[in-house]
Every structure is written in structure tokens, then in C-alpha cells.
């Protein structure tokens, strides 16, 4: 809702506008259909205006997910402001809970914050056998923390890779799910002069598959790619381009994320399923054999060729580049980013003294041996991490097709499948499912600001894949915060404070 029409100019604008969208248009936002909410914030009553279930699309599929949980503060109503926002101004904070691939339903006020169970719980694919999405430092709901601080929050609903209807065709497969957020976004945008908060300042987050939903919503704004998607669901006709991503841990460039793992990984041969958090705690170690051994070998091998194809640059100028052997200024700078991490915790006062393969003098990490924290990280999937050989992993079924639950999506894995009649993925949806084909092309509106971070722990995917994006983005000139929280495994929302900050500096 923005102030910049006045007086009678506003009413006529206001009617002309109204009377384009009755043309064709059932997506116009209906102010009245909404209840008020008493929720209890940090002990204090917040009453919001909720409009749930909002079908953001006119031609939906699906509407247990095609649909938008819109929040305002409802002091916005009564002219007040929160913490300098008001109604016009407020950014709009938009959280998917989107994980695994999983469709997703929006997330709401009243969810105890954890983003729907994958399987029941447990990811039953081959490499992720933890319950999702590692949540354990999720301790309040975070709309309901954004709405106290003063943001208006959108969350929409996605489909995904499991989606299936009576005929057995699936219909979440790849891109459908980062289309129908990208068709939320224009819903919000389409009706921003009714609804609360600035459809300019969208701010995305999310954690994960969706913090990979996030960043490519901040990374393919607009772009004509995705427009015949757009059409085939009915979504408005306007832009999706948001002004900032929140990403935690994305589960992206999963074309080249198995080379990433492995580059990382690669002589870790013990590994653990899942995390430290899930059933999966208790499961014993197993050992990557002979064959696996080899492909992490043969992928590792391919990391370096990657890296230096971007020509990615530090903070002064310097290329970031790998050797033949793996090493280089690309991995010096991960290091120092690792042990930026470290030296923030231990100014917080955290314990780092069972952390041995940190060099600490004078009170300060000064280095770190880069092979024993690896291996105090630990190996969680099997090589490929993520195009699986079999057609296992999660993300082969997100690149499945109305009839193929799974597809290959590298050529690699084509080439090496154990499967009789594998098939890849068409290039062109990978390519749409990748940020890192969009950053700063000439026909996107990439988000101006970034906030990306991994945790020091998380093993979920190769530290170089949030590493890569942060720096291709900071080197197109986009704001970038990117780090890696000490310690922190697959998760997300566990720095809301500091998130919700970021988000006033660049709101306001
Ligand atoms: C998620 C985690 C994974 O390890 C993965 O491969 C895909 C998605 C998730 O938590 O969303």
C-alpha cells in the first residue's frame, strides 16, 4: 500500500484500476475477508488481521498450496505505527516454509514454526535420512515475531515433488514450486494499493530447499523464462521481482552440488546419515565402498574447472581459484570465512577448547586446519550427494516430469546411472532452477540485497555452494551479508534478531 497518489488523482486512479482488473482478473484482494487475531507475543497481546488462504493464482492446481497467508498488524488500521512502520511503509516479510522440495503449505501464526514433516518425519531418499529441516534452534514462530516487529508478512503456500493427482500425474515437479511463489508475489504486487505494507520492499526467506526457493526468487525477478508457467496457472500479470533474500543454508546449483561435496568430502569415507537432531543420531557409521570412493574421486576432480570458470573475486580484486589438486585462493577464502565464524563465537564466549582443530593464540583463531574440521563436520550423504545414481535423492524426484517421478539432472550421473532407462532432466528447467543462471543477466531484476548464511556445521551441502552465490552476487555489485554461523547445522530462523535488523537497515 503506498501513499503516492493523493486527493481526487487517488480516486480516479483508484477506479480505473479497479474497473482493468474486474476485466479478467479474480485476483483482486478482498479487504473484508479476514478475522481478527489475539495472539501473545514475548507476553504482550498482538492483534493482527489475518487473510488466509488467499488463492494467488486464477487458474490454480492445487489450492491446499496455491494459496497466501497475508498478516497486518492491525494498529495499521488504526493509524499507528510499530516501530517506525506504518501501513504504507511496512516491508512485506515473506517466509516459505518450504522443505525438501515437499510441497508446502504457508506457514501461519499458529504453527509452532516447523516446516511440514517430509515422509512422515524422516527423508526416506537415500541421502537424507533426518527429520526435516533440522529445526532444532527454532524456538518461536517467526511470522508471528516479524508481525510484532512491525513487518506485514506474506507466506504462500507451493507445490512439490510429490504432488500427484487421481490420474497418477505429478504436478509439483520442478519449476512449479518456485513459479507459484514467484505467482505470490505478483498477487501481492497486483493488489499493493489494497494491502498493507510495500510491495517494494518484499523481503523472501527461507531455509534450505527453501532457502534455495528464496534465492531464486531474489536472483530471477521477471525473467521471460519462467512466463509460460506463469500463464499456464493464471498468475498476474506483473512483476515478481523482490528488493531482498534471506537465505539460510540453500540447497542449491544443484547441477554442480555434487562437485561441491565432494570437494569438500572427498577421503571422508566414513559417513552418518542425517544429523544430530533426528532419529538418525543413533544410526551406526558406514563406510563409502570402492565404487562411491571412485565417484567422489571422479567429482572432486571436476570442482576446480567449475570454480575457475566463474572467475569470482575477493573482497580486493584477488581471483578466487582452485588448483588441479583442489587448492587455491577459493579455498583460502572459505577458510577465513570459517574462521571469521569461530572468532565471533569466541568473542561471545563460546567454549572452543574441544574445537582442536582450531589454531587459537592470544585469545584469537588465527588458522584452522582445514582437513580436521572437515572431518569433525562429518560426511552425511554418499557420492553424488545429489544427482544419486539410482534416482533416489530428492532432488532427482524434483526434476521428475508430469509422468517420471525422477530424472537425472547432471551429465555425470546420466553417464554413471545404475538405473536401465534413466533419463535427464531437460536442460532448460535446470537451468531455471539454478540462481546462478540469473544473477545480474540483462532481462532479471535480481534483488538488490542478500542476506545468506551456512552453518559451520552443516553438511547438508558443500560450504562453496552459499559461498559461490555470496560472492558471484557481491561481485555483480548486490549488498551481500553472508556467513557461517559457528557451529550451526541444517537449519534456519535461529538469528531473528539479527535477521529482523538487517531488515530495518535496508528497509528504512
Ligand atoms: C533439504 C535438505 C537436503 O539435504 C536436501 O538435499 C534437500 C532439501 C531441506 O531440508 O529442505
Known sequence: MKNTIVGLFCFISLFSCAQERKAGSGLNFNPDKYEIQILTYNDKEIRVRAFEKIVYVEKPVDTTYQVLNFYVPEEYYRNKSINGYNAQNAPIFFPNQVGGYMPAEPGSTKLNNFRPPINGGVVKDNNQQRPQGGLEDKKENTILKALSHGYVV????????????????????????????????????????????????????????????????????????????????????????????????????????????????????????????????????????????????????????????????????????????????????????????????????????????????????TDINWDEYIRYMQRQKTPPAFDALDLSAAENTEFGTESFDAKHFTEYSLKNTTVSNAVIADKQIVKMMNPMNYIGDAHTKTAKYWRIRHGSKDKDTGLAISAILAVRLANQCYHVDYALPWDKHHSGDYDLDELFHWIDQISK
Open 154 to 365: 506474506a507466506s504462500a503456500g507451493a507445490r512439490g515433488r510429490t504432488n500427484k493427482n487421481k490420474d497418477g500425474k505429478y504436478y509439483g515437479k520442478a519449476p512449479a514450486g518456485l513459479v507459484d511463489l514467484k505467482a505470490a508475489i505478483r498477487y501481492l504486487k497486483l493488489n499493493d494499493r489494497e494491502m498493507p505494507g510495500n510491495a517494494d520492499k518484499i523481503i523472501s526467506n527461507g531455509t534450505s530447499a527453501g532457502g534455495a526457493m528464496s534465492a531464486l526468487l531474489g536472483a530471477t525477478g521477471d525473467n521471460p523464462d519462467y512466463l509460460p508457467y506463469l500463464k499456464e496457472i493464471g498468475a498476474a500479470e506483473t512483476s515478481d521481482a523482490i528488493y531482498a533474500s534471506s537465505d539460510y543454508c540453500p540447497i542449491t546449483n544443484l547441477d554442480h552440488a555434487d562437485a561441491a561435496y565432494e570437494w569438500q568430502f572427498f577421503g571422508v569415507n566414513d559417513y552418518k546419515k542425517g544429523g544430530l537432531f533426528g532419529p538418525q543420531a543413533d544410526t551406526a557409521t558406514e563406510t563409502l565402498n570402492e565404487r562411491q570412493q571412485k565417484v567422489s574421486l571422479e567429482l572432486k576432480n571436476t570442482f576446480p574447472a567449475y570454480i575457475n570458470s566463474l572467475k569470482l573475486k575477493d573482497e580486493k580484486g584477488n581471483l578466487l581459484t582452485l588448483d588441479n589438486s583442489g587448492n587455491g585462493s577459493f579455498k583460502e577464502f572459505l577458510k577465513a570465512k570459517v574462521i571469521v565464524s569461530a572468532n565471533v563465537a569466541l568473542k561471545a564466549g563460546t567454549d572452543l577448547s574441544e574445537r582442536p582443530f582450531l589454531i587459537i593464540k592470544n585469545g584469537i583463531v
